[in-house]
């Protein structure tokens, strides 16, 4: 069983930073895949970045890249994402998922869920 904290959300200008880190325990967290998902407020959740067990291989939504950047350190069973010229748009609740296996963009392959970190971006 794994179980997922994140953290570093919070409300910022638009053009800002953030960094949003993930702190997993339980589990093989090296084996693991993990990633960002996002729920903006009446809207399905959506899928934003994951990252392979070595880190070697990141893949990003199309609506994030080029400014959100995923990375992990598995010293630290701890999952980044590091965001940069932040929009209204990316306004939502952000979670972070684990899962075995193979990479996957789909939040139904994903087993391990966090609580949530609110992201707002003010105009």
């Known amino acids: 069983q794994v179980q997922l904290v994140e953290s570093g959300g919070g409300l910022v200008q638009a053009g800002s930073s953030l960094r949003l880190s993930c702190a997993a325990s339980g589990g093989t967290f090296s084996r693991t895949i993990m990633a960002w998902f996002r729920q903006a407020p009446g809207k399905e959740r959506e899928f934003v970045a994951a990252i392979s067990w070595s880190g070697t291989r990141t893949y990003y939504a199309d609506s994030v890249k080029g400014r959100f950047s995923i990375s992990r350190d598995n010293a630290k069973n701890t999952v980044y994402l590091q965001m940069n010229s932040l929009k209204p748009e990316d306004t939502a609740v952000y979670y972070c998922?684990?899962?075995?296996?193979?990479?996957?963009?789909?939040?139904?392959?994903?087993?391990?869920w966090g609580q949530g970190t609110q992201v707002t971006v003010s105009s």
């Open positions: 998922a684990a899962k075995y296996g193979s990479s996957s963009s789909s939040l139904h392959d994903y087993n391990y």
